[in-house]
Nanobody, 121 residues
């Protein structure tokens, strides 16, 4: 079973930047919608941003103007550039994507294992 693998999390001071990356762990046939979600302690998982294969984007109001989602379709990779980070951005960030492993496979919705982002001085 192919999984999504995130990287790029860490500890950063308020006002700082981080860039998250996510790609499948093995070969797949196709990826459709890709996105990032986050879950802070004691809170439900929430949408951060999504991006279509054509580059159409959608952002949570709380991150508009600070975060940028992008993707490399050839590498089947999605990125999240996070600028002007705030303590309230602290959470585990999860990658999500609709993937098709083989030409005749059905579409599956896959999640990554999560990467911790901590914003603190």
């Amino acid at each position: 079973q192919v999984q999504l693998v995130e990287s790029g999390g860490g500890l950063v001071q308020p006002g700082g930047s981080l860039r998250l990356s996510c790609a499948p762990s093995g070969r797949i046939f196709s990826i459709n919608l890709m996105g990032w979600y986050r879950q802070a302690p004691g809170k439900e998982r929430e949408l951060v941003a999504t991006i279509t294969p054509g580059g159409g984007t959608n952002y949570a109001d709380s991150v508009k103007g600070r975060f940028t989602i992008s993707r490399d379709n050839a590498q089947k990779t999605v990125y999240l550039q996070m600028n002007s980070l705030k303590p309230e951005d602290t959470a585990v960030y999860y990658c999500n994507a609709d993937i098709k492993q083989l030409w005749l496979s059905a579409w599956d919705n896959a999640w990554g294992q999560g990467t911790q982002v901590t914003v603190s001085s």
